[in-house]
């Protein structure tokens, strides 16, 4: 499917292209010191045009100025902080030579200040998407860095009007293809056009096709079909979480109260947006089918001329966010309630774990890791030590040192959070009501 309309340009379709974005490869944050991931404090050698040749052995000594200033008759660039002490990089030396050998980890020169060098490294999207061809390698810079070419113009400012009858809410992006899509009238009050809001996306995030996209007002679900769009346009695999609260609107909700239902009881709860609009929407845009189960009438096309009918190929899933017992959470009695927003965090992709019955989830594909049992933290660690792929562990245990020792051990591109006391912190309300 072809993108609509270039929301960037005037006229002709974008020509240009995106540059990658290089983040220090310190750690930074308060806690992020020496102590915390040893392993992780290593030097990086630099040859004489300060281009990275190998890693040396961890820092053992005690005092932070005493780190060597040569490696092998190399130059060593130090993980050093603001306040000369010493912290530690973001990836193992493994990762950080499978980065070098590709050019996406550099060197960009001394800073005399903390009396080491800066060093710039790529997300692992970034490398995905070099790896996978969405973004292609142009050559190389002084320091060995890949030069990168991209596929979506990011130097102008995006319009603010459109002058198409299609992009209108009450158009045939908006209230009209609603009604195609669920089959009958008067389900959403002034549905967005959903080409407006692609190439709003597109104008957002044309260049990142493994963006992960939030909408907080959910609607009738216009985000998410707009990023199904735009995937299908150019191959992206975009995510997108969208939030709603199922709300009923007014004459709805008087006559509910009138026939003696309050929110929360089924009937309520039947004539919210989400069950009149938002789910059957979402559902209807990527099967082809409607909420009766027949499919879309072929003769009902995107501007483009795609089917309705047609669908997309994606991935969906509806979750109820419920109030839970902070002692059944505490005491890992309710972990179905929390794993769709541990999935969340880990990335939303791949498969949400089930209920804590094995020593871990650390399934292949899976962006985030759970140890179950922390007497298996070894073998835990062992298993998930070159899972380049993983960004976030969440590690089961009431002990504040277990849980640091283990993170320890952990490989350094991944995020540690310690449960169920993180979660706690995060999602705890009305305290004061249960004193």
Not at 12 to 24: D, F, Q
Not at 50 to 76: E, M, S
Not at 151 to 168: A, D, E, G, N
Not at 242 to 248: G, M, P
Request: aromatic share 10%; hydrophobic share 40%.
């Amino acid at each position: 499917m072809a993108l609509a309309r270039d929301l960037l340009t005037d006229d002709e379709p974008n020509a240009s292209y995106a540059g990658i974005r290089w983040l220090s490869l310190m750690r930074g944050g308060n806690a992020w010191y020496r102590a915390s991931r040893p392993n992780l404090c290593y030097p990086i050698l630099l040859d004489r045009d300060d281009r990275i040749v190998g890693v040396g052995d961890p820092a053992t000594d005690d005092d932070d100025h005493l780190r060597k200033a040569k490696v092998g008759g190399q130059r060593a660039a130090w993980p050093v902080r603001a306040d000369g002490r010493l912290g530690i990089w973001r990836v193992d030396r493994n990762r950080l030579m499978y980065l070098a050998e590709h050019g996406f980890v550099h060197s960009t020169g001394r800073d005399e200040a903390r009396g080491t060098w800066t060093i710039l490294y790529l997300l692992g999207g970034t490398v995905d998407a070099i790896e996978g061809g969405a973004l292609t390698v142009t050559g190389y810079g002084e320091h060995g860095e890949v030069l990168v070419a991209g596929h979506q113009l990011r130097t102008t400012i995006p319009k603010t009007v459109w002058k198409s009858s299609s992009h209108t809410a009450g158009g045939q992006g908006g209230t009209v293809m609603l009604n195609n899509l669920l089959g009958e009238r008067n389900r959403f009050t002034f549905p967005k056009s959903v080409y407006a809001v692609q190439e709003t996306l597109a104008a957002a995030v044309g260049d990142r096709p493994d963006a992960l996209i939030l909408d907080f007002f959910g609607g009738s679900g216009t985000t998410v079909h707009a990023t199904a769009i735009l995937n299908a346009a150019d191959g992206g695999c975009r995510r997108c979480i969208l939030v709603t609260n199922n709300e009923v609107e007014l004459e709805g909700e008087a006559r509910l109260t009138a026939d003696g239902y309050r929110p929360g009881d089924p009937e309520w709860n039947a004539q919210g947006v989400f069950s009149q609009a938002t789910k059957p929407r979402i559902e209807a845009a990527i099967t082809g089918r409607r909420p009766t189960g027949e499919p879309i009438p072929p003769n009902l096309r995107y501007i483009d001329g795609r089917r309705l009918a047609d669908g997309f190929e994606e991935n969906v899933d509806f979750f109820e966010l419920q109030y839970l017992d902070r002692d059944d959470v505490d005491l890992g009695e309710a972990f179905r309630g929390i794993a769709p927003l541990l999935w969340m965090k880990g990335g939303a992709s791949g498969v949400i774990a089930d209920a804590p019955d094995v020593a871990w989830f650390a399934p292949e594909g899976s962006p985030y890791a759970i140890l179950f049992s922390a007497s298996h933290w070894r073998l835990f660690v062992e298993k998930i030590q070159h899972r380049h792929d993983l960004k976030e562990v969440f590690v089961v245990t009431d002990a504040e040192a277990t849980f640091v020792q283990v993170r320890q051990e952990l490989p350094g591109w991944v995020n540690a959070s310690m449960l169920y006391r993180d979660y706690l912190r995060s999602f705890e309300v009305n305290l004061d009501a249960q004193l």
